[in-house]
């Protein structure tokens, strides 16, 4: 079964790699979809792929690595989303 996933993580999320570590993320459980930081300083994305993949990534979006403070996690979570007819990029990518 696939999901689907939108997030906006807010708090220090910007210059401390989190986009860098939510795309590996994403490409160690094989998701598609996209990461990009907002003018507001949050970050946001989509991702797509096996439910338990994208519970995964969900879970990791709370904590971020090591050098952010992860305020507040805003989610979108489908639990039945039909994959073939996605149109988010595969590998998972950071956009500007």
Known sequence: MS???????????QGVLFRKSTLQQAHDLQLRGW??????????????GPTEHVQRLRDYLHIGPREARVDNVDVMFIKH?????STLPIPFEIRS
């Open 81 to 85: 989303h039909d994959i073939s007819t």
């Open 3 to 13: 999901s689907y996933l939108y997030f906006r993580v807010t708090g220090l999320v």
């Open 35 to 48: 990461v990009r930081n907002e003018p507001d300083g949050s970050v946001c994305g989509e991702a797509a």
